[in-house]
Nanobody
């Protein structure tokens, strides 16, 4: 199984970015897919997750600004990030085969994509 993130970059505060994650080599099952982030010196934290039935969960810090979406037929997971803040700067990772927003529950991870908000 391989996860490849894309879409990171540098943006000014208040701007938007859209992250995408392409998955290959796995068989659909009833698990969550999620986005996580890790800033220097901080622990990895859950940002948003989406279940196989489409139900979503978000960290309080991103509610109302970020939107997670999936296309399981295409094996893709997206994160639309709006009204970005400096504190959103981090390495963002997608992950599958887990539960909710707890990174410790996820088994498969991408390599990450950097988001920098100035």
């Amino acid at each position: 199984v391989q996860l490849v993130e894309s879409g990171g970059g540098s943006v000014q505060a208040g701007g938007s970015l859209r992250l995408s994650c392409a998955a290959s080599g796995y068989t659909y099952s009833s698990y969550c897919m999620g986005w996580f982030r890790q800033a220097p010196g901080k622990e990895r934290e859950g940002v948003a997750a989406i279940d196989s039935d489409g139900s979503t969960s978000y960290a309080d810090s991103v509610k109302g600004r970020f939107i997670i979406s999936q296309d399981r037929a295409k094996s893709t997971l997206d994160l639309q990030m709006n009204s970005l803040k400096h504190e959103d700067s981090a390495m963002y990772y997608c992950a599958i085969d887990g539960w909710g927003l707890g990174p410790e529950t996820y088994k498969i991870w991408g390599q990450g994509t950097q988001v920098t908000v100035s």
